[in-house]
């Protein structure tokens, strides 16, 4: 049950807007991770009392989801976009990654992946989050691969090297999400980035 129709759902009045709610819950579970996160700082952070939070979306964890839900729906209309409807292969791929270094180089890059943090700090304790992250995973392999499939139709790489090549760009956005939460500096940022590129440039066939 999404959080909008929790809310519909008990017949109250809706007093405030559930989009923006759930918008203030992403950045404080970003900022903080699950377990740091309090309810006075989630109180704080959304302007709804307790018994508002509980009413309308139920418990921290329910809370947690709803934040989790929403950042990964974004994240998969990003991919969706650039990766998976684009028109292009590997020049497709090298735009995503701009996007990524400049997601990184902004105001909210040293806070890594939401995905990626709640699945190093919750692990397998959580089944929700065991599921989260592996749909998370999925989404972002097939997207690569949609990418390299339409690279590899236009004789730009081997076709039998795309889904080598998918798990490799999944693993280094995995891996520069984490590097990036941990305090990485902007020049081993962009030098993971160079890397990446140098690597994707030399799975040309012409190359």
Known sequence: MTAESAVRGRGRPREFEVDDVVDSL???FWSQGYEATSMSDIVEATGLNKSSLYNSFGSKEQLFQAAVTRYVETRQSMLQGVLRHGEGGIDDIMTFLEFVEQEVAGVFGSRGCLAVNTTTELGNRDESVVAMSAGYRSEIRTSFRAALDRAATAGEINVDSVAHYAEILLAFLMSLSVMARGGASSDEIKGQLAA?????????IDR
């Open 26 to 28: 992403v950045d404080v």
């Open 196 to 204: 990446i590129r140098a690597l994707i440039e030399s799975w040309r």
